[in-house]
């Protein structure tokens, strides 16, 4: 095995759909094709949003489509010791403060990239009488961060005025997955990030967060969001349908034909082990669309 370690980070919070396959596909191929190893992390951290049983199920799901990961499934739910130990050493910079504001006093602030409100900084030099720290932010102050995508070029976000200070532990007491994703990607070495484009804004908040914490910024490849025939993100929120695992094979072509690389005909409804062989042997990043989202078929 080579040093390349990837891993595809699904939320618990419903079946597997098609956006999610895609990411699956891509980042398991990327690792493949380069010798590398493949992990699966739940990211379960947020407890209203895990939809019992989700997690088996999809598991199950990867391993129907031939998605064969290396070394034991993390929990992120699990971790909260590490996330907290990350927490007092960034405390321990000055580099997170309490913040007491509501999302109903931020609402009418500038939104950034991402369609989130950019925190004005109400609490980044103290707490107002009578105020009680609620949430943890992290201070951005005048962070440029650049960073080159292995698909989508060269990013450059000046995260004072896109996103402003940011969460790391919300109002609830439940880690962001800013800080979650960075502690984990670390703990467990991987290299490599290919996941959906609709992670493109936040990668800035991450690397942000690899400095302070002085841990190491892997490659990212952020591949095209799957979309609907409205141009919304398929998710459970917009009522995406599950995978078929009974007809793995369909999928793999349907997920390879969106990445740019489309199955020749004779391959089309076989196995998955011999569609995902022709893929990582014809794996070329330079042939996946550029592009944040894509629209997809109803048949897919």
Same mark, same amino acid.
């Given at each position: ?10 939320? /618990? ?38 939809? &019992? ?12 489509? =031939? ?42 602030s500038a939104l950034g990239p991402d369609g989130t409100p950019i925190y004005p900084g ?28 292995? +698909? ?51 990668? &800035? ?12 910024? /892997?490659?990212? +490849? ?37 990445? =740019?690389?489309?199955? &020749? ?19 070329? &990043?330079?042939?996946? /669309?550029?592009?944040?989202?894509? /629209? ?5």
């Open positions: 095995m080579s040093a390349y370690r990837g891993r595809f980070a699904p939320s /618990p919070t419903g079946p597997l759909h098609f956006g999610s396959l895609v990411a699956a596909v891509a980042s398991f191929v990327d690792a493949r094709a380069q010798g590398g190893s493949w992990l699966v992390r739940m990211e379960d951290l947020d407890p209203p949003r895990v939809v &019992p049983g989700a997690a088996d199920d999809i598991l199950r799901t990867l391993e129907a489509f =031939g998605l064969h990961w290396d070394e034991t499934v993390v929990y992120q739910s699990a971790r909260h010791a590490a996330y907290e130990a990350a927490l007092q050493r960034l405390e321990a910079r000055g580099a997170i403060f309490p913040c007491a504001c509501t999302r109903k006093e931020i609402a009418d109400t609490c980044r030099n103290g707490l107002q009488p009578g105020k009680t720290g609620r949430a943890i932010r992290v201070r951005v102050d005048d962070a440029v961060i650049r960073f080159v995508d292995r +698909l989508q070029g060269e990013v450059v976000q000046e995260l004072a005025r896109s996103v402003g200070d940011f969460v790391v532990r919300r109002a609830d007491g439940v880690y962001a997955y800013q800080l979650a994703v960075v502690v984990d990607d670390a703990w467990q070495g991987v290299t490599d990030v290919v996941r959906g484009a609709d992670l493109l804004d936040s990668t &800035p908040r991450q690397i942000h967060l690899q400095r302070l914490l002085d841990l190491p910024t /892997p490659r990212y +490849l952020h591949v095209p969001v799957a979309t609907n025939a409205r141009g919304e993100k398929l998710s459970k929120q917009t009522l995406a349908a599950p995978v078929d695992a009974k007809r793995p094979g369909c999928g793999l072509t349907a997920a390879l034909d969106f990445l =740019g690389h489309p199955v &020749p005909d004779a391959l089309r409804g076989a196995p998955p082990a011999d569609i995902l062989d022709w893929a990582v042997a014809h794996w070329n &990043p330079a042939a996946l /669309p550029r592009a944040r989202h894509l /629209p997809i078929s109803e048949a897919a």
